[in-house]
């Protein structure tokens, strides 16, 4: 019936062509692209189904263009990385094909997050009659799905929105980080931002916190405020929202690993003369850590992702918790990827599902809470993240 | 009155220099010898006495031959590097001068403490007529002394003796090591040795640990069982020891850091390939790291290493402890260094001022506990390091 194309060959690529291949009776041509064609043919060779396979490099729009007017496909599901969005979207626009990915476009010398580049899309995309769907990932994706659910069916008014982000694997190692560890670590080490009365406010790294007792045996963890991008979107189109936080569980562990090698220098980004060469610290470091894709098969745990609500229903103030909990080693069983890259991947599909069965169908650029929540949070139980509401 | 070649400008070389200048009753001319001059005029530069500076590499007998025939000193004092020990010792035999070093002889390339090679120049010195006193320093060195000055005034046998050495220093950074990191942390990561009952103990690296009260407002630190090196020799020439043991303070901020550079691998010691180059990690690290000469106008509070001794006096056991405390700031103040240079450089100067008077004189090679305690114990009040004793 429909035809996709996945551009990216990581965990949340490999994720997302096992769990296109399971739809079989929606996805009945699967086109699976990267930089690197030999991590295409493996996840290719580990699925039933035929998986066609490509070479192409994301930040160059021809290669693109002509990549998705060979395949033709009715949706590209970009997850390949944040600095490769607008050239994708670009590709979609000139062989006018819609497009969905699962985390904004982030400037490649820079850790900055903003919608605003891909919103400025929106014209463009709807003149010619196309859909691009943002962040269609766990967070942002289902947290933002979760609080337009929560909007329709549980409050007359969302007054604050806390997203919690609970990671409570174990990969068994010292020391890993679950994606490339540059990244992570820059992540990390940023200023966190809130919204709170229509201002953004900045705190320093890691110097705001909570802790939280979550569900299913994970029990209480310490979570830490970060910025992450859904706020921007969700306390745009959600105008009755006060406060918008996210919330990220690092251990202890973690934590003292971070400080010490920001300590004697192995997070600086600038290059530093050893034997005549420039080495750039955080780069050499990476090279020591263990493959985040080493770490799969290896964490054992689960995943805890999920929104607490606050607001007014009926002219009560009351507040739910919306959440979904994976686990780590049945996702591995299930597609050869942990928790991190399944939670991703999955939403990845729903949303194209929806969008190529005519489910969400609009002409722009849209952000998922910006779509109906019911048929994606039915998908969502059908295709491995069930969800939860509890009311506290 | 007597000549003194000084080899090695290091922290240490530098209190030697300036503490031989003090005893100018002593000491009436001084050459300092150095792989590196500009170290070497350097310290020259800071005293107001003349110091000759010479150019020397440690590694090569001839050269250093050339060198104390050309100074003819009455005593050479080798405060370079451990891995010089011997050909210093040769260079020594074939100029025919009295030696001192500080430090006993390791291998460059195994980091494994022991007299043996050091001992086995015995006879050639004997025959000479030469003198060579080893581990005049204070751990080695004062610790020696230290015990055996008990042995002589406060028991009639000494049967436990434990060796303690706090730094209770703050340099203000996050981590740095007091000296050559490089050493500092193979030393620290290495497997702990104990003697009891006539046998050497071995232990995992950092697991044997116990607390104690330091005086002069330092208070209760934590301690660490290492091998050090002055256990070998006493235990041999005071054959009634049954328990001996060296511990060591490391702040439990400094251990984190050490933990978390182990777990990442940046002590690995194996080249490690990153953009066609071979790093050693633990290499790049000390580029990383502060160098440890930057520390010492930062370094605040004192050092306190002594010794515990457990014996017999008169038919009653009884439990000494003698100990010196050093402030890092004073040292700095009076000679430019911290402690942790002062409390080697110091008793280097008075092992030196004792062979050159003629009050210790043998033929061979000898370590401080051989020798009388005495006129060492109060040259120590008078030169910078006095100390204590308390009858627990």
């Known amino acids: 019936m429909a035809k996709v194309l996945i551009i990216g060959a990581g965990g949340v690529g490999q994720v997302v062509a096992h769990k296109c291949a399971q739809a079989s009776d929606v996805f009945t041509d699967i086109c699976l692209a990267s930089r690197n064609i030999e991590k295409c043919i493996k996840i290719a060779g580990q699925i039933k189904r035929p998986i066609e396979t490509f070479q192409v490099d994301a930040e160059k729009t021809e290669e693109l263009t002509a990549l998705i007017e060979r ?187 971070l400080e010490v090698l920001q300590n004697v220098g192995m997070t600086r980004i600038d290059p530093v003369k050893y034997k005549g060469v420039d080495i750039v610290p955080l780069q050499f470091l990476k090279v020591l850590l263990p493959d985040p894709a080493s770490l799969g098969p290896l964490t054992r745990g689960k995943t805890c992702i999920g929104c607490l609500i606050r607001g007014v229903k009926e002219g009560k103030v009351k507040t739910i918790y919306i959440y979904n909990v994976c686990d780590h080693r049945s996702c591995y069983e299930e597609v050869g990827s942990q928790a991190i890259s399944y939670t991703t991947g999955v939403p990845a599909m729903i949303g194209a599902m929806l969008m190529v069965t005519g489910v969400w169908r609009e002409k722009g650029v849209f952000n998922m809470e910006q779509m109906d929540p019911d048929p994606f949070m039915d998908k969502l139980m059908v295709y491995g993240l069930p969800w939860h509401v509890k009311t506290l």
């Open 71 to 257: 395949c033709r496909p009715d949706v590209v599901i970009n997850v390949a990385l944040p600095y490769q969005d607008l050239t994708i979207m670009d590709a979609c626009l000139a062989a006018e094909v819609n497009y969905l990915d699962t985390a904004n476009y982030e400037p490649r010398d820079e850790a900055r997050f903003s919608y605003s580049w891909q919103w400025n899309y929106h014209d463009r995309f709807r003149g010619k009659g196309l859909m691009a769907l943002l962040g269609s990932g766990f967070d942002p994706g289902v947290t933002n799905v979760f609080t337009a659910w929560a909007l329709r069916h549980q409050f007359d008014q969302i007054d604050e929105l806390d997203i919690i982000d609970c990671n409570a694997g174990d990969h068994g190692r010292p020391f890993a980080t679950n994606f490339n560890p540059e990244i992570n670590i820059r992540e990390v080490t940023a200023k966190g931002r809130y919204y709170e009365n229509g201002q953004w406010k900045e705190t320093e790294p890691l110097s705001v916190k909570m802790e939280f007792d979550f569900p299913e045996g994970i029990g209480r963890k310490r979570l830490y405020l970060l910025f992450h991008e859904e706020l921007e979107s969700l306390v745009k189109h959600i105008p009755s929202i006060k406060k918008a936080r996210f919330w990220m569980t690092f251990s202890d562990n973690y934590l003292k690993h």
